[in-house]
């Protein structure tokens, strides 16, 4: 048993930094899981974690077993920055897990990258990867400091999934590993899909809400669990369910198993089908595309307009746009050029480049926006920057009007179960209207889909979903205020401090002050990222 690392690791504060543009909402991880004696596991979990990129774009890693010992392979970047043919060559085995990161408990540091790793007192290894968010973080950490006599200099990294690991690890020696997640897993509570593995055997679990997805594919000679359908479409795996609420699946040579360590309590978090999870995905049996455009169509009854032209702001807004220009008869055309590779960027741009703002990202196509009447659909509005950015480079191109449609409703709450938004002060729809997020971003006109809308695009009943960020309804009891945090279990330095391997933590920036009401769970740095 072992981990291994990089140690030339990509620097993950090296982004596009410019303060115009929002960092947007962000889901904080990707997982993956394969038990396939006699496939190259290693090179199954790269290909998985790549359909998964989007997920998580500050770490990734990879823990391979071969039945007797299991090693540990994680860095800061992309996957493709943290891999190479060589190292994947090297993780033999029949067993793996990966995980690809978007930190929302703990900072930007290769300690924090997953797949965590411990050795039990019995000398097994146990690599774990988490997708989510848990709400009782504090009192997770006060069990493993009674654990270690309140010694936690056992403690490497700084994040709920560690604790989770070091948890179920002790448990695991008296009890064996399955035993020990169906002890440990019902006092965990808040948002988790795991990946989790000794060197034998694959678990997966999802929490009794099942806010975040993970499904569950068949090889022909295996199995997969993974984050979204996408990810087992790219390795050749044909999906066979969703891994349920409240249920834990173990996978080893004895065939797959399921325990259920909870009553399910369905509320899968409805911004999955608006923004988080690939087009190709489905989830619950719903087509996110097929969401998408249908949202655009009932976006468009909801708030129709007259105009020349229906553009999305690529990529994410492109279904909901073909939907409201199939639901309002208007032509959908191309009016802006994306720049795909602009997110990671290791040359600081120049203050001239900076100014340019949006166009490192966004380009308008000016033979096709000239003297039209723009309908313009984006996947969401979190402190309008963009969307007022945006606006202001349409009209210079020569828009005659610009009417803005959102194909989800305003976001007017942070979220504690995984996504990164601002915190709420800094949300633009908590303290304004329609008209005044309007006004801000200077369009002509603006709607937001309902959320009964959104909620009937999703094919599914509102009692199954979590529709906290736009309700403010939160399905999971949260703890008070004083407890929750992205840094819970960190001091956060104020001043820059290397770290190991040179690489620099984003936490070193100053982190705002919240004020009186408690930030999204993890987006305490959201106003010091690019």
Known sequence: MGSARNEHPADPTDHVDDAELDAGPREECG???????????AKMTYYGLYALQHRGQEAAGIAVSDGRRMVVFKDLGLVSQVFDEQTLSSLRGHLAIGHCRYSTTGSVTWENAQPT?????????????????????????????VLQRDHRS???????????TELLAAEAADLGIAEAAMRLL??????????FADERTLYA?????????????RLERGWVVASETAALDIVGASYVRDVEPGELIAIDSDGIRSMRFANPEPKGCVFEYVYLARPDTVISGRSVYDTRVEIGRRLAEEHPVEADLVIPVPESGTPAAIGYAQGSGIPYGQGLVKNAYVGRTFIQPSQTIRQLGI??????????????????????????NTQRALVRMLR?????????????????????????????????AAGADTEGVRRSIGSDTLGYVSVDHMVAASEQPRSRLCCACFDGEYPIALPDEAKLGKHLLEDVPETPEPSVSGATASSARPVPDPGPLPVGYGAAEALARP
């Open 31 to 41: 997982v993956f899981g394969v038990w396939a004696p006699g496939e190259d596991v």
């Open 117 to 145: 790793f411990r050795t039990t007192a019995t000398g097994s290894g146990l690599a774990l990867g988490h997708n989510g968010n848990l709400v009782n973080t504090a009192e997770l950490r006060d069990a493993v400091g």
């Open 154 to 164: 056992g403690l490497r990294a700084t994040t709920d999934s560690d604790l989770v």
């Open 186 to 195: 019902p006092r965990l509570r808040g948002a988790f899909s795991f990946a």
């Open 205 to 217: 679990a999802r929490d009794p809400h099942g806010v975040r997805p993970l499904a569950l594919g």
């Open 359 to 384: 166009r490192l990202k966004l380009n308008p196509l000016r033979n096709v926006i000239r003297g039209k009447r723009l309908v313009v659909v984006d996947d969401s509005i979190v402190r309008g």
């Open 396 to 428: 210079e191109a020569g828009a005659v009007e610009v009417h803005v449609r959102i194909a989800s409703p305003p976001v007017r709450w942070p979220c504690f179960y995984g996504i990164d938004f601002a915190s709420r002060a800094e949300l633009i």
